[in-house]
């Protein structure tokens, strides 16, 4: 089986994120592989016949992504050239070959998975799938998992989506598999990357947090100078949360941090609000408050540029706080400001269920 993706696109339009990457990652969950991904500018009809007609002699599953305004021309042209019809979903199937369009540019068309699970599922592919979710594994370590997993099993595939450290690799394998082979290969990734893993199935950070948080029952508070309220923001897009999660303060400035969180202004002026001392006092100054069971600080340097005390960019301490102490992290990210925010976010809430684990 041969599979091709053809990408109608507007050339002028640059991004830094290539359009046809959910599409990947949609049919790579159903164990299924682009043989050729082909970008073609909508305007360029006879570039876009070209690749049309490779797409009817060498590949049996064709996926096309463009904008809703090409539906009627490619409808026109296609269906004569399969001797088949589309149906209202945008798919066209015969014996041997199936064409899908998926229109980049509406909400109601056909999501990427389900057209991906429809291939499978004519091609008779069937693929289960386990997961394993970490946060700061070095990619290394990731791919001699990954080597030791497959030769287990050399069948496996194994997808690897990391999304400013939090990494989520997807196991994809033949249901024919015995289920004693599929858990030597989650045992083998389970050992290999332990100090990384919040989670063994397909569920967010913040998500696995709250169910510990609610198992322990324990409430969380947040203390955030450089993440602007991010791990909040996480934590409240969790249906459910207001059970554990009690407050959390955007103590940007140093003012903020004396008044509102007992932080030393000598602590501030001789060690600086981005330090060990400052990071382990916002935390503790949410524990000594009695409101909650376990607090998270942060303080850093996001960038673009340092501040006057020349500690570099991507600078940061994370201080995550319990009533019998407090912990405090130190790292040194690289990357713009989105991401060193971002990245922190993810090592936060990945440190305070490390904590309570």
């Given amino acids: 089986m041969k599979n091709c993706l053809v990408v109608l696109k507007n050339k002028k339009i640059f991004s830094e994120v290539p359009a046809y990457n959910p599409c990947l990652k949609a049919f790579a969950s159903e164990g299924l592989y682009f043989d050729k991904i082909a970008i073609v500018a909508y305007d360029n009809s006879r570039d876009i016949v070209s690749q049309l007609k490779d797409c009817r002699e060498s590949f049996n599953c064709t996926v096309i992504m463009c904008p809703r305004s090409m539906e009627g021309a490619l409808k026109e042209y296609l269906q004569p050239l399969y001797g088949g019809s589309f149906d209202m979903s945008g798919s066209m199937e015969g014996e041997s070959y199936g064409v899908y369009l998926h229109f980049t540019d509406v909400a109601d068309g056909t999501p990427l998975d389900k057209i991906a699970a429809r291939v499978s599922q004519k091609f008779g592919k069937k693929y289960g799938k386990s997961y394993i979710k970490t946060v700061g594994a070095p990619r290394q370590e990731i791919l001699k998992a990954v080597e030791a997993a497959k030769k287990i099993n050399p069948a496996l595939e194994?997808?690897?989506?990391?999304?400013?450290?939090?990494?989520?690799?997807?196991?994809?394998?033949?249901e024919s598999d015995?289920?004693?082979?599929?858990?030597?290969?989650?045992?083998t990734f389970a050992v290999a990357l332990d100090a990384y893993i919040y989670a063994l199935e397909d569920i967010s950070l913040a998500e696995r947090l709250f169910q510990l948080l609610k198992l322990r029952r324990m409430k969380i508070s947040c203390a955030e100078s450089f993440t602007g309220g991010g791990i909040g923001q996480r934590l409240v897009e969790v249906p459910g949360i207001s059970e554990v999660y009690f407050e959390g303060?955007?103590?940007?400035?140093?003012?903020?941090?004396?008044?509102?969180?007992?932080?030393?202004e000598m602590t501030i002026k001789t060690t600086g609000a981005v330090s060990d001392e400052t990071a382990f006092e916002m935390a503790e100054g949410l524990i000594r408050q009695g409101n909650c069971d376990v607090a998270v600080a942060t303080t850093g340097i996001a960038g673009p540029k340092s501040d006057n005390t020349k500690k570099p960019v991507g600078l940061c301490y994370i201080a995550v706080g319990l009533k019998d102490g407090v912990s405090v992290y130190k790292y040194n990210f690289s990357g713009d400001r989105k991401t060193v925010t971002e990245t922190a976010i993810n090592y936060a809430l990945f440190l305070v269920y490390k904590k309570i684990k």
């Fill in 158 to 174: 194994c997808n690897i989506y990391e999304s400013y450290g939090d990494c989520t690799i997807e196991i994809v394998y033949s």
């Fill in 249 to 264: 303060l955007n103590t940007y400035s140093n003012e903020s941090k004396i008044a509102r969180l007992g932080v030393k």
């Fill in 178 to 187: 015995s289920k004693m082979l599929v858990d030597n290969v989650v045992r």
